[in-house]
Nanobody
């Protein structure tokens, strides 16, 4: 299993970015996959998850602004991030686990065994 993130960068507050996570070694559509983030001094936290049945779960802090999606033909996971604020600044990680995961637990870091290397997102005011 390999996960490779891309698409991070620096944007101004109110801007948008789209992150990608290319998966290899497994069929992404059969896994629960998600985006997590970690800012300096903080614990890694769940942002958005899409399960093997296509259902999605979002952290309250990103609802209405971020959209998670998956292209099964490309075996790739995406995170469209709009209306970014400085509080969204973090390293964003892609994660995967053989699904399904009960919705109550999907945003928990402990539920995932496979992780990418992360991509930095910096939002300036």
């Amino acid at each position: 299993v390999q996960l490779v993130e891309s698409g991070g960068g620096s944007v101004q507050s109110g801007g948008s970015l789209r992150l990608s996570c290319a998966a290899s070694g497994f069929t992404a559509s059969r896994y629960c996959m998600g985006w997590f983030r970690q800012s300096p001094g903080a614990k890694r936290e769940g942002v958005a998850v899409i399960d093997s049945d296509g259902s999605t779960t979002y952290a309250n802090s990103v609802k209405g602004r971020f959209t998670i999606s998956r292209d099964n033909a490309k075996n790739t996971l995406y995170l469209q991030m709009n209306s970014l604020t400085p509080e969204d600044t973090a390293i964003y990680y892609c994660a995967a686990e053989g699904g399904p995961i009960p919705q109550l637990f999907r945003l928990l870091v402990s539920q995932y065994n496979y992780w990418g290397q992360g991509t930095q997102v910096t939002v300036s005011s």
